[in-house]
């Protein structure tokens, strides 16, 4: 059996650190991920989290620049299981809603879309406008799964990456990913 594949996209949303949380869990899953970020999520992973686009990079199996219009990834010939953008900034999520395919990243996940495959969205902005609210419907229409990361209080997390696992791994859950281990709410 093929070892199963899953598409990173980081885009420039605040929030890099949901992408390399979830490059490094999928790699602990044995999963083979494919990345392709953004000029601004670069960016925004330096400024977050101070690194750079090789140690982002080194997270995943095969990367892509976000202008290799040509790649295995831009086909739904080429297998792959799901695609996750971690985060998803407006601009992103606006093309993908409009199926523009305007650059690699968005073109995956059109395919991903196309393909019936499980496509899934963090999407981060606040407060929301009517575009990004209809965008989000938009992608919800075609299938696709609007994931804002947004923290459960009642787990009580200390740390902002306590709140990041916890997010990641409810992402690991829905993709179906062996290693997942979401916390489970036992009731009162
Ligand atoms: C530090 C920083 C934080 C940002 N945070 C957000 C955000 O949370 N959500 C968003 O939609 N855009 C955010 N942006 C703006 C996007 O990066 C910008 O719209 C960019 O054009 C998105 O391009 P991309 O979708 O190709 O990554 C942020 C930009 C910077 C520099």
């Known amino acids: ?19 390399v949380r979830l490059l490094q869990r999928l790699r602990e899953a044995g999963v083979e991920t ?13 400024h977050e989290l101070g690194l750079d686009r ?4 080194a997270l995943a199996d ?14 739904g010939s080429f297998d792959t299981q799901a695609m996750v953008v971690a985060p998803c ?25 196309k393909e019936r495959r499980r496509l899934l969205l963090m999407v981060r902005e606040t407060p929301l406008n009517l575009a990004h609210l209809r965008n989000m419907t938009a992608v919800t229409e075609m299938g696709g799964v609007i ?3 947004l ?15 916890e997010s ?13 281990s979401p916390r489970v709410w036992q009731g009162l």
């Open 1 to 19: 059996m093929n070892r199963s594949r899953i598409v990173v996209g980081i885009s420039g949303a605040t929030g890099t650190a949901y992408g």
């Open 34 to 46: 494919h990345l392709v970020a953004t000029p601004a999520g670069v960016l925004n992973a330096h």
């Open 89 to 113: 900034s407006m601009r992103t999520l606006a093309a993908i809603a409009h199926g523009l395919s305007d650059n690699l990243l968005t073109r995956a996940a059109d395919v991903t879309l």
């Open 54 to 57: 090789k140690a982002l990079e």
């Open 168 to 180: 990641v791994e409810r992402v690991l859950a829905l993709l179906g990913v062996g290693n997942a």
């Open 62 to 75: 095969k990367v892509y620049a976000v202008g290799e219009i040509g790649a295995a990834i831009a086909s």
């Open 147 to 149: 994931f804002p990361p």
């Open 151 to 165: 923290p459960a209080f009642y787990h009580r997390p200390q740390t902002l990456d306590e709140a990041v696992a």
